[in-house]
């Protein structure tokens, strides 16, 4: 069982830059693939960033290539997503992922665990 609180969201200006966290609770923290993905209004929910158990690989949709980066650090049970050049088609609420099994992937209905979404809001 892994529990999930993210933290981070706020309004910035386009340009600017947030850093999103994902604290863990639970021993399988360290052995599951995590994931970012974000929804916005009327929309579906959508891949962001993916980042294997060991953080030795990482995945980005084209959208955010570049610009965002994802990590982990296992001893703290903490994930994150730095988020630089913000656009106002990056708002939306972000939500982080954890699956048990299977490898990283960007399929949101592969993922075990969800925490309850941290709102990021880019004015132009």
């Known amino acids: 069982q892994v529990k999930l609180v993210e933290s981070g969201g706020g309004l910035v200006q386009a340009g600017g830059s947030l850093r999103l966290s994902c604290a863990a609770s639970?021993?399988?923290?360290?052995?599951?693939?995590m994931g970012w993905f974000r929804q916005a209004p009327g929309k579906e929910r959508e891949f962001v960033a993916t980042i294997t158990w060991s953080g030795g690989n990482t995945y980005y949709a084209d959208s955010v290539k570049g610009r965002f980066t994802i990590s982990r650090d296992n001893a703290k049970n903490t994930m994150l997503l730095q988020m630089n050049s913000l656009k106002p088609e990056d708002t939306a609420v972000y939500y982080c992922?954890?699956?048990?099994?299977?490898?990283?992937?960007?399929?949101?209905?592969?993922?075990?665990?969800w925490g309850q979404g941290t709102q990021v809001t880019v004015s132009s």
């Open positions: 992922a954890a699956r048990k099994r299977g490898g990283p992937s960007s399929r949101p209905y592969e993922y075990n665990y």
């Open positions: 639970g021993s399988t923290f360290s052995s599951a693939d």
